[in-house]
C-alpha cells in the first residue's frame, strides 16, 4: 500500500505544480476600469473660514511649561529674508496682534522665505507659538523652527519643529506633521531650549506661493 | 516717411505691444478649472477629430476649434501632447487682433484719439489678463468688434462684401457663446440711437444685403455647432441651451451672485488683502467721454455711449456675474476715453493736456496689468483670479508620475467633490480614476483627496499611509495619501 500511495502523491504533486506553472504563465496584468473626471461648470467660490481641525490637532496635548514661564518675545526686533514684505512690517510678528484681518500681518514673497526674532539675551524656551495667515483654511508648507545663540544660524542651531517632507528648505527632511491654519495658532514645544534667536521657515502655501506671519510669540525665562 | 507707413506704423506698434503682453510667459499661471476643462475638450477633439456641443455645462465650440490649427502649427496631435502656451495662445492672438479692429473701428474720432482707443484695449487689465485665459470671451470680443467695424465699412461704403463679413463675424460671436445676441442686440441699439448720416455715394440694398450677411451669419453658427456636418443635432442643442441657462438664471442659486455694482468696483478701484486693483483714471476717462458723447453727438461717441450704458446695465443687472465680463465693456469704454481725449485736445491746454491724460492713464493701466498678469496673476486677491487653482496643482504630476514609478500595476485615486483642474495635469497618465464619492476601497499608488472627503477616503485604506496637504484652490485642500514602503 505504502508503494502505491507514493507514486500517487508524486503524481499529484507534479500535477498541481504543472497547473500552477500553467496558471503563472497564463496570468496577465490586471485591469482595473477606472472612472473618467466629469466635465462641470465653474467652480463656486468657497466661503470657508476655517476647515474642522483635523483630529490629531484636535486631540493635541498641551504644551506643559514650568512655572514662571513669561512671554518673551513682545516687542523684539525682527528681521527676515524678505526686508522689504509686500506687504505690512517685520514688527507685526511682535506687536501681540493676532487678529489676522488686514493691518495685522505681514507678507513675505514667494519661495522659502524665513523671519528671525532676536530675544535680546538668551533664554530657556519652553514654547514657540505662530500664527501664519489663518483668515481662510490653508496649510504652509515646509514650516520649520529652529533656535540658536548664533544670528546667522550656522552653528549650534536646534531644530524645534519641522514638518519639510521634501527638504524643501535645505534644513533637512522633517517629520512632524503638516496642519490647517486656525486662530489657535501652533504652539510647539521648545523643550528648554537656551539661544537668543528663534527663526521660522516656509516655502509658501495651499492658496498661493507667498509666506505670511500674524504673529510669532516665544515663551520661556532669561537664563539669568 | 510715406504716408501709408506714418498713418498705419503706430497701430502696428501699439498692436505688437499688445501682443507682447499677451503671450509673455503663457504658461507661468496655473491653469483655471475652466481652463483645464475646456482644453481636455479641445485636445479631444485634436486627438479623435470628434466633438459634439454641450448645451449643459459648455459654451460654443469656436474656442476648441481655433486651438488645432495654433496646436498643428507647434507640432502637437494629441492631449498630452497639448501645452498651455498652445491653449492659451488662441485668446492671446485673438485679443490682439480685437486691439487692431478697435484701432479700425476709432478711425473716425481721429488719429490719435483713434490710436489712443487701441492703447487703452491694448494696456487694460481684464482685457490683456483674459487674452491669457483659455476661455471664450476674448473670442467673443474679438469676433464683436469685427462685426461692428465691418458693419461700420458696409455702412460707409455700401458693398455687400463687408455686409457679409459681418455676418460671418456675428456668426462667430455666436459660436463663441450663447451670449452672443445680447453684444448684437446692443450693437444695433446703439446704432439706431446714434443714428449716423450714410453718404448718400454709399450703394448697396438693404434688404439685400441684410439677408446676404443674416445668411453668412446663420451659415458660420450652423457649421460650427453642427461640428461641420458631423453631429446635426448640435444646431438643436443650442436652441436648448437657451432654456439650460434661463432656468440657471432664474433659480438665482448658482453660486457667482452679486450685486449690481459689481462691475463698477472692477473699473474704478478696489482693495483686498493689502494690494489695490484700480482703473480710476481710465473709468474718469470713459465718464468723460461719455458726457462729451451726450453733448457733441459725433455719431461713433453715441454709439459707444449707447453700446456702453446697454452692456453694462446688462451685465449689472444679472445676478449672475463673473469677471471675464469686464473684457465684453472694455472696447466701448475705450472709445469714451478716447474720445474724451480728443475733446481735451480741443480744449484750452490743446494737444499737451490730451496727451498728457492719456499717457497717465496709459501709465496706470500698464501698471496694473502687470500686477496682475505677473506677480498676483493667480493670487485670490486678484478680482480676475476667480476661484483660481492654487500654485499648488503643479505639484500633484510629478507625485503621480513618482507614485506610478514606484508601483507599476498601481491607480492614482482621485477622491473628492472637485477635483478639477487635475485631469488636465494628469493627461496622458494611464492609471488614474477620479471619484466624487469614495469607492468601497480606497488604496492606491497615490490617493488624493478633498479635505471633505479624507477622513473617509483614511478609513478604507490598508497599511500605512503618509499624509501631505496640497492645495487645489484657496479654500480647497486636498490630503495626498501616500503609501509608506
Known sequence: ?224 | MPKTLSRWLPLALVTLAALGLRVRDLGARPMHADEANQAVKAGELLETGRYAFDPRDHHGPLLYYAALPVAWLRGQRSLPELDEVTVRLVPALAGTLSVLLLGLLASPLGRWPSLAAAAFLAASPPAAYYSRYFIQETLLAAAALAAFACGQAWWRTGRRAWAVAAGAALGLMQASKESAPLFALAGLAAFLAARPRRDPRAGGSLAGDGLAGAAAALGVAALFYSSFGANPSGLRDLVGAYGEISGRLRAGNTGHEKPWWYFLELFTWRRAGGITFEQAGFAALAAGGLLVALGEGAPLLRWAAAYSVAVLVALSATPYKTPWHAVDLVPGFALLAAGAVGALSRSRGGPWLAAAAALAVLAMLAFQTKRVTGAYAADPRNPYAYVHSSPDVLKFRGLAEAALRRSPGGVVRVVSEEYWPLPWYFRGLARVGYWSEPPASCDGALVIASAGLADAVRARLHGAYGEAYLGLRPGFVCVVFTPRP
Open chain 1, 1 to 224: 500500500m505504502k508503494h502505491a500511495l507514493a507514486p500517487r502523491i508524486a503524481a499529484a504533486a507534479l500535477a498541481l505544480a504543472a497547473l500552477a506553472s500553467a496558471r503563472a504563465e497564463d496570468l496577465v496584468p490586471l485591469k482595473v476600469e477606472l472612472p473618467k473626471p466629469l466635465f462641470v461648470g465653474t467652480p463656486r467660490p468657497i466661503k470657508v473660514s476655517n476647515l474642522e481641525p483635523q483630529q490629531a490637532a484636535a486631540n493635541r496635548a498641551p504644551v506643559m511649561v514650568p512655572p514662571g514661564t513669561v512671554l518673551l518675545s513682545r516687542g523684539k526686533p525682527v528681521t527676515a529674508s524678505d526686508s522689504y514684505p509686500v506687504i505690512g512690517e517685520l514688527s507685526y510678528l511682535t506687536d501681540g496682534d493676532k487678529t489676522g484681518v488686514e493691518g495685522s500681518y505681514v507678507e513675505f514673497g514667494p519661495g522659502v522665505q524665513w523671519a528671525q526674532i532676536d530675544l535680546g539675551a538668551r533664554c530657556r524656551l519652553a514654547a514657540v507659538a505662530v500664527w501664519h495667515f489663518h483668515a481662510e483654511a490653508r496649510v504652509y508648507h515646509a514650516v520649520v523652527i529652529q533656535a540658536s545663540d548664533d544670528p546667522a544660524f550656522k552653528t549650534g542651531v536646534t531644530t524645534l519643529f519641522n514638518n519639510d517632507d521634501t527638504n524643501a528648505d535645505g534644513l533637512g527632511k522633517g517629520t512632524d506633521l503638516a496642519y490647517v491654519e486656525t486662530y489657535k495658532g501652533r504652539v510647539v514645544d521648545a523643550k528648554g531650549t537656551v539661544a537668543r534667536y528663534v527663526r521660522l521657515y516656509s516655502d509658501g502655501n495651499t492658496s498661493d506661493e507667498l509666506n505670511h506671519y500674524t504673529e510669532v510669540e516665544v515663551y520661556g525665562q532669561p537664563v539669568n
